[in-house]
């Protein structure tokens, strides 16, 4: 599923679902984030690529045993930066409530919403039209054009 960003500039890429699509996702996010005109040193462009390594984990580690792949969009707008990553897993994540203080995960989608409120962002999950899969999908500000 491809969802429709409204008028704007687009970047897509497909990984694996496999461990080492995380950091090949950050590095490609960041290629296309460069190449929409965003400097890679910037706040915004820095959270943006900390929020796909965790959603690409999540995919990673959450469904890789039903989706083979995961699909990874930036996108820009005139003051906003849309990061999207969609796998073909029918759960959708419930709002993050904090993990035990021992754990050793589960604090993915703690980080990733904490980092999109102090962005002043909205994150929300949406379901495929056949509910198999979803797209998590970020919506940043990025200041004026």
């Known amino acids: 599923m ?6 704007c500039h ?7 679902t496999q461990p080492a699509s995380v950091p090949k996702a950050r590095h490609r996010a960041c290629a296309a984030l460069t190449d929409l005109g ?3 040193n910037t706040e915004v462009t820095q959270t943006a690529l900390l929020i796909i390594s965790e959603l690409v984990t ?3 580690v959450h469904a890789g045993h039903r989706s083979p792949q995961v699909s990874i969009t930036v996108a820009t707008e005139p003051c906003t930066l849309i990061l999207a990553v969609h796998d073909r897993h029918p759960q959708r994540p419930a709002l993050p409530t904090p993990p035990d203080a021992t754990s050793t995960g589960g ?6 919403a904490d980092l999109t409120r102090q962005a002043g962002g909205s994150a929300r999950t949406v379901p495929d039209p056949d509910e198999v899969g979803k797209t998590v999908l970020v ?3 990025r200041g004026q054009p």
């Open 38 to 40: 965003l400097d890679p």
């Open 58 to 60: 999540n995919s990673v």
């Open 139 to 141: 919506r940043l500000p």
């Open 2 to 7: 491809t969802p429709t960003y409204g008028t």
């Open 107 to 112: 604090r993915g989608l703690l980080i990733i």
């Open 10 to 16: 687009v970047r897509q890429f497909i990984l694996p």
